[in-house]
């Protein structure tokens, strides 16, 4: 399976960094080639290739680091690209002053993502753990969970597999619609962090697992 991260924020940079070593031939895509591939040259992140966001499209596995407010039209706009393959969605519905949610009690971000494109599997991960961890995903000496969810078996099977390998603990998190738990969590530990002085060092592990 070919794989692609879209996106060269924070979140791209710490999954593209956590990836490579795991996927060969990883795809890095962006509106501005030149960037990317900067990006990669400073990194020092070999096997990894920058591509344009087109290229990165035709990929099986799609992984967005988008905020949810881009994210939506981005998803309208390439539906039929995205159709068939598997997106793998990291978003937090936050408001941008981190007070809120955009998305109402009773959904969540990646359930919304998965309406709007019917044909795409939709499958959730990393939506708990914020970009500093990625340099450091051990505290303590236990690692972050990543909690995979999907309505798609296959796709979510798939997803997991794919991660195997990296400096996380990776693990089935069922439907979709957990994504209402996680997401809202996530906000939560990003206040206690805050409180606490540790942000944005933050995520969280399930014990007795």
């Keep these: 399976m070919t794989v692609s991260v879209i996106g060269t924020g924070r979140m791209g940079k710490g999954l593209v960094k956590t990836l490579n070593p795991i996927i060969p031939g990883l795809n890095w895509g962006s509106r501005s080639i030149d960037h990317v591939q900067q990006l990669i040259k400073e990194g020092e992140l070999k096997g990894v290739k920058g591509v344009s966001l087109d290229d990165a499209l035709r990929a099986d596995i799609i992984i967005h680091a988008f905020w949810f407010r881009d994210l939506i039209p981005f998803v309208q706009k390439h539906a039929q690209q995205l159709s068939g393959k598997i997106l793998v969605d990291i978003v937090n519905p936050f408001t941008e002053d981190f007070s809120d949610f955009i998305t109402e009690w009773g959904t969540s ?19 708990n753990t914020f970009f500093k961890v990625f340099e450091n995903p051990e505290h303590q000496g236990l690692t972050s969970d990543i ?28 439907k979709l619609m957990n994504n209402r738990t996680i997401e809202r969590m996530t906000l939560f530990e990003r206040e206690i962090a805050i409180r606490y002085g540790h942000y944005p060092y933050v995520s969280f592990r399930l014990f007795g697992q």
């Excluded at 971000?109 to 939506?127: D, L, M, N, R």
């Excluded at 999907?150 to 603990?169: M, T």
């Design 109 to 127: 971000a990646a359930e919304e993502i998965q309406k709007i494109i019917p044909s795409t599997k939709v499958v959730g991960a990393f939506k």
């Design 147 to 174: 909690y995979v969810t999907s309505d798609h078996d296959e796709a979510k099977n798939s997803v997991i597999d794919l991660l195997q390998g990296v400096p996380f603990r990776i693990m089935d998190a069922g």
